[in-house]
């Protein structure tokens, strides 16, 4: 299964993207899609996370309340709304998927077999 993620670009500050992840196979069910965001010279930070099943969230708390996560199941996308964006949100976010069944949303890349490749998000006046 391979995950495309799509969507970034250049935005100013204040500003809003949608990114979206689309998985290979129709058929593929993670635990939980999640979106992680890396700045050169730091590890991969989780931002949010979506479960397939029953859509329950969450978010990085640096995120919360300015993005939102949600699935599309039948066309098996998964999308982050991000609105309000700060210079600080410059990243490039990956998607990715848990095949986990342990019930809990996994904020460590670790717990992510399936990753996609990075879209760059650029906030800059």
């Known amino acids: 299964v391979q995950l495309q993620a799509s969507g970034g670009g250049l935005v100013q500050p204040g500003g809003s993207l949608k990114l979206s992840c689309a998985a290979s196979?129709?058929?593929?069910?993670?635990?939980?899609t999640g979106w992680f965001r890396q700045v050169p010279g730091k590890e991969r930070a989780f931002v949010a996370a979506?479960?397939?099943?029953?859509?329950?969230?969450r978010y990085a708390d640096s995120v919360q309340g300015r993005f939102t996560i949600s699935r599309d199941n039948a066309a098996n996308v998964v999308y982050l709304q991000m609105n309000s964006l700060t210079p600080d949100d410059t990243a490039a976010y990956y998607c990715?998927?848990?095949?986990?069944?342990?019930?809990?949303?996994?904020?460590?890349?670790?717990?992510?077999?399936?990753w996609g490749q990075g879209t760059q998000v650029t906030v800059s006046s």
């Open positions: 196979s129709s058929t593929f069910r993670p635990f939980a």
């Open positions: 979506i479960t397939v099943n029953n859509g329950r969230t």
């Open positions: 990715a998927a848990d095949t986990g069944r342990n019930g809990v949303i996994a904020t460590r890349a670790a717990a992510y077999e399936y």
